[in-house]
């Protein structure tokens, strides 16, 4: 079946590292994403990932994904205020009509 | 990427009446989708609209509840009909590219 799971929230210092996982279940997904959603604005597409690679860097960003146990990660280095929002990761599923399967959303907390 | 708009931003509605969304997209796209996001929910996939045929409508969905048009390339609608508090949420119009795939900044509705 098609399921998406993250946890539910993480609270991080300014200036430390953040690192948020998510885990799917279908196997047969070609790209995986990450949307980062601010209280009463859209989805901003953040990075992606073909899911024939292990691993994706842009500026602050780092995806990590580990196809065997089906395992994506986000990580955001020097964590700002700024990125205080959800963070969505969503799976292309092959075939169809490229739906995306989203996860519940991780709420990041970033405190002083 | 895409630049998509969403009209209205954002609307207050009756219990029984109906409510038409529009899409604009700043590029011919193939393929669009229209998502729900419940409040404190993930997103869920309605229906996906392709120029020139029927919208195709995901398990729980029907045609009746949220017709769609695509008169063309570049623009989409949804109506959300016979409206419910339950149809509270916000709905997001959604384009993909080959990788990629972008949101609209949503459409928040409250049913009364």
């Known amino acids: 079946g098609e399921d998406v799971e993250q946890s539910l929230f993480l609270s991080v210092r300014e200036g430390d590292s953040s690192v948020i996982n998510c885990t799917y279940t279908d196997s047969s997904s070609t790209y995986l994403y990450w949307y980062k959603q601010e209280p009463g604005a859209g989805l901003q597409l953040l990075t992606y990932?073909?899911?024939?690679?292990d691993m994706k860097q842009d500026q602050r960003l780092t995806v990590l994904l580990n196809k065997k146990d089906k395992h994506l990660s986000l990580r955001i280095a020097d964590t700002q205020t700024g990125d205080s929002a959800i963070y969505f990761c969503a799976e292309r599923i092959y075939g169809g009509y490229n739906k995306l399967i989203f996860g519940a959303g991780t709420r990041l907390a970033v405190h002083p | 990427s895409a630049v998509i708009s969403q009209k209205p931003s954002r609307d207050i509605c009756q219990r029984g009446t109906s409510l038409t969304i529009q899409c604009q997209v700043d590029s011919q796209v193939t393929m669009m989708f229209w998502y729900r996001q419940q409040p404190g929910q993930s997103l869920t996939l309605i229906a996906t609209?392709?120029?020139?045929?029927?919208?195709?409508?995901e398990s729980g969905f029907v045609i009746d509840k949220f017709p769609i048009s695509r008169p063309n390339l570049t623009f989409s609608t949804l109506t959300v009909s016979n409206m419910s508090p339950e149809d509270s949420s916000i709905y997001l119009c959604?384009?993909?590219?080959?990788?990629?795939?972008?949101f609209g900044p949503g459409t928040r509705l409250t049913v009364l």
């Open positions: 959604s384009v993909s590219t080959a990788n990629e795939q972008f």
């Open positions: 609209a392709n120029q020139g045929s029927e919208a195709t409508y």
């Open positions: 990932i073909f899911s024939n690679m």
